[in-house]
């Protein structure tokens, strides 16, 4: 029997668009959620909060890969929360439409990594 690698491997990437999907809908539904709870974290729009869901984990991979640090409030302890505060906080000076202050940032850590424990599948932030 003859098995058809190319099927195999596109089903595989069609799989991997999926979840990155996927994740992303998930990751902008908590920051969502966090700028709610949080005061003094407002994002102006849909747009906005998708494009800032785009930044966060581009500034999550970025800064994996060059510190090896995961930027989630509780993925490295108190290294991984303060890289989620200032991950936040900087982001506001890429999306236009989000603000937050310092205060802010750090109570947003705290409710992103209690909304992210609760919401099933891996956010990135």
């Known amino acids: 029997m003859k ?7 596109n089903s595989s990437n069609q799989m991997s668009v999926g979840s990155i999907i996927a994740r992303f809908i998930t990751s902008a539904i908590v920051l969502a959620v ?14 906005t909060l998708l494009l800032a869901a785009v930044v966060l984990a ?4 970025l800064i994996n890969m060059v510190i090896g640090v995961d930027a989630t409030p509780f993925g490295r302890g108190i290294i991984g929360f303060v890289v989620s505060v200032v991950v936040l906080y900087a982001t506001q000076f890429f999306v236009a439409g989000y603000t937050i202050s310092w205060i802010s940032a750090i109570v947003g850590a705290l409710i992103y990594g209690i909304v992210a424990s609760i919401v099933p599948g891996k956010q990135t932030m």
Not at 58 to 61: C, P
């Open 34 to 47: 966090t700028a709610f709870f949080t005061p003094g974290f407002e994002i102006a729009s849909l747009w």
């Open 3 to 9: 098995v058809d690698n190319n099927k195999a491997k």
């Open 58 to 61: 581009v500034m999550d991979y």
